[in-house]
């Protein structure tokens, strides 16, 4: 459950980034399927998650557990991908969640 909430913030994060962002980041943008190969190629990464962001733009998290790097993407409705966020270490993980009687 704390791995759903995980993967929540980071699309939401993702989402914020990316309404902030996508405007700077044209020129990191390409095709949808360009843009996949690429991450797999080049840094081993594969989608983690996905969610829907404003104007029905797709927000995904690629990762690589061997690399440790991660990158976050944002696709509008007509198939063009732009990079918003990229890093290292990336870590999965599978938190339990607090009780409500518990400080969280």
């Known amino acids: 459950m704390k791995q ?11 989402a914020l980034m990316a309404s902030s962002t996508l405007t700077q980041a044209q020129q ?6 360009t843009v996949i190969q690429r991450l797999a190629s080049a840094y081993g990464e594969t989608r983690q998650s ?8 797709m927000v995904e998290v690629f ?5 440790g790097t991660w990158t976050i993407t944002v696709t509008n409705t007509a ?3 732009c ?3 990229s890093g290292q270490a990336f870590e999965q993980l599978a938190e339990a969640l607090s009780t409500p009687a518990e400080d969280v």
């Open 63 to 67: 990762a690589s557990s061997t690399t």
């Open 4 to 14: 759903e909430l995980w993967k929540m913030t980071v699309l939401a994060i993702g």
């Open 28 to 33: 990191n943008c390409a095709a949808r399927d």
């Open 83 to 85: 990079l918003v966020a």
């Open 79 to 81: 198939g063009r991908t």
């Open 50 to 57: 996905i969610g829907l962001a404003q104007n029905n733009t």
